[in-house]
């Protein structure tokens, strides 16, 4: 009937694909990641940047030579470094490992690489973070690759004076402190409401 045009199955122009971020989903606009639009622009949030501030860090309660302290905890620390590195593990897992499985680890990794400060130095910085320490007197890996039991010693020490018991482990603290504040909020005086004669 009537001659077909020569574009007649041609496609129809299409655009090119979008690159860049969606701005949002229900607009399907995007910017690229060079330049863009100002009314883009003006869809796109306000930045914000939430840095934390950085908080002081302390010095740790006692040096890393101060076993004097505690002659009982450092000949255990000498001959049995896994008991003392079990006891901190627990404390600073809250729980979530026994003080018994984290000091056969600790063996396991001794055992096996002769080198047990690989992963006991983990713990320091653990330690450092939770309590915010100075990195003192140096890094947490060489203070435990030249000097593993006088690190573990001071890492023991420095939760006892923050007021753990590291033989009851993390269940028997949070039970004491328990116990301890349901004392305290038992033995309160009752105050009296309204006027007596």
Same mark, same amino acid.
């Given at each position: 009937? *009537?001659?077909? /045009?020569? %574009?007649?199955?041609?496609? &129809? =122009? ?7 971020? $969606?701005?949002? !989903? ?9 330049? *863009?639009?100002? /009314?883009? %622009?003006?869809?796109?949030? &306000? =930045? ?7 908080? $002081?860090?302390? !010095? ?20 049995? =470094? ?116």
């Amino acid at each position: 009937m *009537y001659p077909q /045009s020569p %574009n007649a199955y041609a496609r &129809p =122009p299409q655009q090119p694909p979008a690159a860049g971020i $969606p701005v949002s !989903a229900a607009s399907n606009s995007y910017y690229s990641t060079g330049s *863009y639009t100002e /009314s883009t %622009n003006s869809q796109l949030p &306000p =930045p914000s940047f939430h840095v934390r501030p950085k908080q $002081p860090r302390v !010095a740790w309660s006692t040096g890393l030579c101060d076993c004097t302290s505690d002659v009982k905890n450092c000949c255990i620390t000498c001959w049995c =470094p896994c008991i003392t590195f079990g006891q901190i593990a627990e404390i600073l897992d809250k729980g979530s490992t026994s003080c018994g499985a984290s000091g056969a680890l600790y063996t396991v990794v001794a055992c096996v690489t002769g080198c047990a400060c690989l992963y006991s130095c983990f713990y320091r910085s653990k330690m450092r973070h939770q309590f915010l320490l100075k990195d003192d007197p140096c890094c947490d890996c060489l203070v435990h690759c030249c000097c593993e039991p006088c690190a573990l010693c001071q890492e023991y020490r420095e939760l006892q004076n923050r007021g753990f018991d590291l033989l009851i482990g993390w269940h028997g603290n949070v039970e004491q402190r328990n116990r301890e504040l349901a004392l305290t909020t038992a033995t309160a005086p009752a105050v009296e409401t309204g006027m007596t004669r």
